[in-house]
């Protein structure tokens, strides 16, 4: 094992990756906020509140923009959306459509606490209306709606969306581990393909062979350094050693997968896929936990999650076999 995490760090260095993370870290954006100006200051507070001492960083406000929807706005390659907050009968009269020229996605959100919430079933597009119904601006009352949506909408600046927005930390490491998870499955079928069909091994390279438990890692700790970035942590790989508590149980998973996918030829495809997905689930979940509440998951909390991640995984590598079976 000591050599494997030899090896991973090694690539995680070659790769360059903290200097990648840094960087991410100071990409710019702005939101820009319109309606109720006291909507819009419990949103902002909302936004802002879990900085270090409750001392809010000038470059993190200034990510967040008031703006009158009847003026133009000086626009940049960092704006990345709108959000309108009103109350019961303001978005009426709120005349979003006239934003559109703006090419932004538009939450318009209403704020009521007799109605029941609601929300569209994808985050609007570029110059599209999303109506959203919350029953106050507050955390709970925001991350299980308007906030995934608002991350969706940051493709490429979600770790500067974390570490300015405290808030959206938790919303952005779910991103960030579904990501890491769907690369975590490609490595790792690409590997099981190698297996059965070894002639490809030539042409796909060690690394989807022997070599997937070290990329399937260094995935992992990458991971392990976004999100603790994304929560307001230099990203150092000497400071991961904190969080190999976590990572370290996918050795045994992956080996697992090796033994099934012997035994049920294609089908350990799917297999070997659905546990790489569920590991590094465990991890961006594990590390997140960890962050959000200053403990490591208790070995249950992670097998559960794990087992759960596990089966929606399987599922869906089922699912695709079965796909590409019939196409055949």
């Known amino acids: 094992m000591a050599a494997v995490a030899s090896d991973v760090l090694t690539l995680v260095r070659k790769r360059a990756q903290t200097r990648t993370i840094h960087a991410d870290v100071k990409r710019?954006?702005?939101?820009?906020?319109?309606?109720?100006?006291?909507?819009?200051?419990?949103?902002?507070?909302?936004?802002?509140?879990?900085?270090?001492?409750?001392?809010?960083?000038?470059?993190?406000?200034?990510?967040?923009?008031?703006?009158?929807?009847?003026?133009?706005?000086?626009?940049?390659?960092?704006?990345?959306?709108?959000?309108?907050?009103?109350?019961?009968g303001d978005r009426a009269g709120a005349r979003l459509d006239s934003l559109a020229a703006l090419r932004l996605p538009i939450f318009a959100v209403t704020v009521d606490g007799d109605a029941t919430p609601s929300m569209p079933a994808n985050a609007p597009l570029a110059a599209a209306i999303g109506d959203?119904?919350?029953?106050?601006?507050?955390?709970?009352?925001?991350?299980?709606?308007?906030?995934?949506?608002?991350?969706?909408?940051?493709?490429?600046?979600?770790?500067?969306?974390?570490r300015n927005l405290p808030a959206l930390r938790e919303t952005v490491a779910a991103k960030l581990t579904r990501d890491a998870a769907s690369s975590a499955l490609k490595v790792a079928a690409a590997s099981?393909?190698?297996?059965?069909?070894p002639v490809l091994g030539v042409v796909l390279g060690a690394v989807a062979s022997a070599g997937d438990?070290?990329?399937?890692?260094?995935?992992?700790?990458?991971?392990?350094?976004?999100?603790?970035?994304?929560?307001?942590?230099?990203?150092?790989?000497?400071?991961?050693?904190?969080?190999?508590?976590?990572?370290?149980?996918?050795?045994?998973?992956?080996?697992?997968?090796?033994?099934?996918?012997?035994?049920?030829?294609?089908?350990?495809?799917?297999i070997k896929g659905a546990i790489a997905y569920a590991g590094t689930t465990v991890v961006g979940e594990g590390v997140t936990f960890y962050y959000?509440?200053?403990?490591?998951?208790?070995?249950?909390?992670?097998?559960?999650?794990?087992?759960?991640?596990?089966?929606?995984?399987?599922?869906?590598?089922?699912?695709?076999y079965l796909r590409l079976r019939n196409k055949r």
């Open 28 to 88: 710019p954006f702005r939101f820009f906020l319109c309606g109720d100006p006291a909507l819009i200051a419990e949103f902002r507070a909302t936004l802002l509140a879990g900085h270090r001492g409750d001392h809010t960083p000038l470059e993190a406000a200034a990510t967040l923009e008031t703006m009158d929807p009847s003026r133009p706005v000086l626009m940049g390659s960092d704006a990345k959306l709108i959000v309108f907050l009103g109350r019961p």
């Open 132 to 162: 959203y119904v919350v029953p106050r601006v507050d955390r709970d009352a925001l991350r299980t709606r308007l906030f995934p949506h608002m991350v969706e909408r940051c493709k490429g600046v979600e770790i500067a969306v974390g």
């Open 192 to 197: 099981a393909v190698v297996d059965h069909i």
């Open 213 to 270: 438990m070290v990329a399937i890692t260094g995935i992992q700790i990458v991971l392990m350094m976004q999100i603790g970035a994304a929560y307001g942590k230099d990203p150092e790989v000497h400071d991961i050693w904190e969080m190999l508590p976590v990572v370290g149980g996918g050795f045994g998973w992956r080996m697992l997968a090796r033994e099934l996918s012997g035994f049920i030829p294609m089908a350990g495809i799917a």
């Open 292 to 320: 959000e509440h200053g403990r490591h998951m208790t070995k249950a909390q992670a097998t559960q999650l794990y087992e759960e991640t596990k089966r929606s995984a399987l599922a869906f590598a089922r699912e695709m």
